[in-house]
């Protein structure tokens, strides 16, 4: 489609349209190397917010921010066989510096657990050294194939949570804990239904005994992975030799966990709640709220504008993120085109009838106009902001709902999983697990935690289901 016709529409070619959403939404542009990322102000703005709101939540959690270093050694890698295997074909590696050969390769940061593990050796003595509750904001470098922003990049920004505890039982709950942390930030701030499950051993993070996921639908009934928390249990412990003397004066090792979400998210919100005009943004993480578009001529310019301005005013009173776009090398119709694409929730018209009438139009991103008093109308933004995204979450739920089907013969599951996600029972071997994927393209996403408790043939092979309940299978990005 020319581009001077607007966006490819979502239906003519997904991926497309996602690629240009984020280029002319100025969400981000492509770097100079292969799988990079640029991330623009708008872009960093959505950043933030995301970064702000869960910082807030890992604090309340009882968590510190701490940086570690980008380089790590080669060796620390060898240490977990599993880990350096997962991660070895990722890795970007140096091998000189200031001219010279390294004597030691030095990995550039795909994760943090091997050089975490060898401070925490250091650090970690007594049982009154635990927890360690730790979180890093940084960014992180694996070598992709195949890239696409935000989804798959050869480098990101991420957050990585790290403890150490004492017992199984306080690792194990932690790691719970903090997937539940995502799954709130999902739902109640981005407006994405996710599911909450456990990842198969074939799809679990190298180098864990286990692996919990968010589970989000993009509007092409593709899953995407948007947030994991892992159960470490002692590896990394054994393989850095992190030991603590317990109340019992035994000595221990400590129990680990790591958990992450990276601008990944970023492309989940714009994939679920996205549509043929661009963006749509769930408010409490949109950089703008509410754009308010003065209209005006010459002679009216500055009454329309001063009323405008008291409105911004009132709304920044209310803590609402507003912007007031008094640009006057544009017509208001392309400021309307122009906000709808950045998916602003909520745009004010304002013009010299309205001023008169002491009157504005409040218009929805997800359709819709009403025509308020200017009195009051900023004390009702927040609770329109609240309804909107009630309605956004609504919406994305009966699109997962719709899209999610139940299969119990493998014809069935190979003709539903385009487009869909496929609850199925599985054998929970590793090969059959494969060849699915091979001949259908479809992944085990999760075993759902809300599930309920069934017992069945596996859709591929017939031989009894491993978990007790049905898996959840879909192509992913």
């Not at 005013?313 to 208001?332: C, E, F, I, N, S």
């Amino acid at each position: 489609m020319a581009k001077d016709k607007g966006i490819t529409p979502q239906s003519v070619d997904f991926s497309e349209w996602y690629l240009e959403v984020i280029q002319r939404a100025e969400l981000a542009d492509y770097g100079p190397v292969r799988g990079t990322t640029v991330l623009r102000p708008y872009g960093y703005a959505l950043w933030e917010n995301i970064q702000r709101t869960l910082d807030e939540m890992f604090k309340a959690t009882g968590h510190q921010n701490v940086y570690f270093p980008l380089f790590i050694p080669m060796s620390f890698f060898e240490r977990e066989a599993e880990h350096v295997e997962g991660f070895s074909p990722e890795l970007a590696v140096v091998t000189h510096a200031g001219g010279d050969a390294l004597e030691e390769p030095l990995a550039v940061r795909p994760t943090s657990e091997t050089i975490i593990g060898h401070m925490w050796a250091k650090w970690i003595r007594s049982y009154r050294d635990l927890p360690q509750l730790l979180n890093q904001w940084g960014n992180v470098v694996r070598w992709e194939m195949r890239t696409r922003p935000f989804l798959r990049t050869s480098e990101f920004l991420w957050q990585e949570g790290h403890t150490a505890h004492a017992t199984q039982e306080e690792a194990e709950a932690e790691t719970r804990r903090m997937l539940g942390v995502y799954a709130t930030l999902a739902r109640e701030y981005a407006a994405i239904p996710v599911w909450e499950g456990m990842k198969t051993e074939s799809e679990k993070f190298a180098g864990a005994v286990y692996t919990t996921t968010i589970e989000a639908m993009m509007r092409d009934g593709k899953a995407l992975q948007a947030g994991t928390s892992h159960y470490l249990g002692t590896n990394f412990a054994k393989a850095f030799d992190i030991k603590f003397q317990d109340r019992d004066l035994e000595t221990k090792y400590v129990h680990t966990t790591s958990w992450g979400l990276s601008w990944r998210f970023i492309g989940a919100i714009i994939m679920t709640h996205g549509d043929d005009k661009g963006l749509i943004l769930p408010p409490k993480l949109a950089p703008i709220q509410v754009v308010i578009v003065p209209i005006y001529k010459e002679a009216t310019r500055a009454r329309v504008l001063e009323a405008a301005q008291a409105l911004e005013q009132r709304l920044k009173a209310q803590g609402v993120r507003v912007h007031l776009d008094d640009r006057d090398q544009y017509t208001p119709g392309y400021k309307f085109n122009d906000w709808e694409l950045r998916g602003v929730p909520y745009r004010v018209e304002l013009g010299p009838r309205d001023v008169e009438s002491g009157t504005a139009v409040l218009a929805s991103r997800l359709g819709g106009k009403e025509t308020l008093p200017l009195e009051g109308l900023a004390e009702a933004v927040p609770q329109r902001l609240a309804a909107f995204h009630e309605q956004l979450f609504r919406r994305a739920l009966e699109f997962r709902e719709a899209h999610t089907v139940t299969a119990d013969d493998y014809e069935t599951f190979k003709a539903s999983v385009e487009g869909h996600f496929v609850r199925a029972f599985h054998c929970g071997d590793a090969q059959c697990e494969k060849e699915i994927q091979e001949e259908t393209k479809a992944t085990t996403r999760c075993i759902p935690f809300d599930a309920p408790e069934e017992t069945g043939l596996c859709v591929r092979c017939g031989r009894p289901s491993a978990y007790g309940k049905r898996v959840l299978f879909a192509k992913a990005y």
